[in-house]
């Protein structure tokens, strides 16, 4: 709820060098005694709330929150360059859920039927009046994107939260979009996918916290094996290095739920398996991103440094005997 405040002044901070993951041999099914380090990234890789798609010539596109939201861009997966931002001329489309603020927040991105599918929130600090928007792109390319209008919004009195998107296809090829952030939780509705809009008026509630906090946010459906697997970050994000937010998962046999962890509490029922949280200088991890890559599935991720700053953290997903997934 309180995402992305300070976002701007923590992205002029200095960076900090994360430990290097070697590439592996096999997917490992052992997961490692501690938390591993992110791996070895260059370059420009202050970032928040990173979204990543892997591009048809193998390079990667990445956008994440800022003003117009920004672009980056690599050859290798670890060295990192700016490449400008998706809306060189400001959306004002946009502007009454912003307050006038130019700051756009938790890009999803994805590539389908050769084209870039951007689904993006528009919202201030703590507030429900909120919306999702889509923009669509055959390049990818700063000032490329088409605004293809409204997804979702919600208002003071809904009870629920139109922010941090992200499209899954499921096995029978249909589109559905989650979303949400504290209130009553992770939704999820369906897309149809010759516009990329909404299909439907009917909303799933498939994650919530219970009890005296309501933090949780940025869900990611990925679909592994036989399983979704929802990934969501709890608790605090956007505190520099106080922040405590922290990737959990857990996962159904249908791309609707019910969800459960690995004890088998619902996640609408405040279920979820930690994956990962903070360490020696990496604070906060989270708004979580998995895409399927050449050597593993990758964890895509910002978490804070020591000075505050948040920077892009990447690490590679295996998975135990019992099919829950670990970073290394």
């Not at 792109?137 to 139109?162: D, E, F, K």
């Amino acid at each position: 709820m309180w995402k992305r405040a300070l976002v701007a002044l923590l992205l002029g901070a200095a960076a900090v060098r994360p430990e290097p993951v070697p590439v592996p041999l096999a997917t490992p099914t052992t997961p490692p005694a501690a938390y591993p380090n992110p791996g070895r990234v260059t370059g420009d890789i202050g970032v928040h709330d990173p979204s990543v798609v892997k591009r048809p010539d193998g390079s990667y596109l990445l956008v994440h929150t800022g003003d117009n939201l920004t672009i980056k861009t690599s050859t290798d997966r670890t060295a990192w360059h700016n490449a400008g931002v998706v809306f060189p001329g400001g959306a004002p489309w946009t502007t009454s859920y912003t307050g006038g603020s130019a700051s756009l927040w938790a890009p999803d991105i994805s590539y389908r039927n050769g084209r870039y599918y951007l689904y993006y929130s528009a919202s201030t600090f703590g507030s429900r009046n909120s919306a999702i928007f889509l923009a669509t792109s055959t390049t990818g390319a700063s000032g490329s994107w088409a605004n293809q209008g409204l997804i979702i919004s919600t208002t003071s009195s809904s009870n629920y939260n139109a922010i941090d998107p992200n499209l899954v296809v499921d096995a029978q090829g249909r589109w559905w979009l989650s979303f949400g952030s504290f209130w009553t939780g992770i939704k999820l509705i369906q897309l149809d996918p010759a516009t990329g809009k909404r299909l439907g008026t009917s909303i799933t509630g498939l994650a919530q916290r219970t009890g005296s906090t309501t933090a949780i946010e940025a869900p990611f459906i990925f679909r592994h094996g036989s399983y979704y697997y929802l990934w969501v970050s709890f608790d605090a994000c956007c505190q520099g290095a106080s922040s405590t937010y922290r990737i959990m998962v857990g996962r159904s046999t249908s791309v609707t739920g019910p969800y459960v962890d690995r004890n088998g509490v619902a996640m609408t029922s405040g279920g979820g398996t930690q994956v990962l949280a903070g360490h020696g200088s990496v604070h906060g991890p989270g708004h979580q991103a998995v895409v399927p890559d050449s050597d593993a599935e990758v964890l895509y991720y910002h978490y804070y440094a020591d000075n505050g700053a948040p920077l892009l953290g990447i690490n590679l997903l295996g998975y135990d005997s019992a099919g829950w997934p670990f970073v290394y």
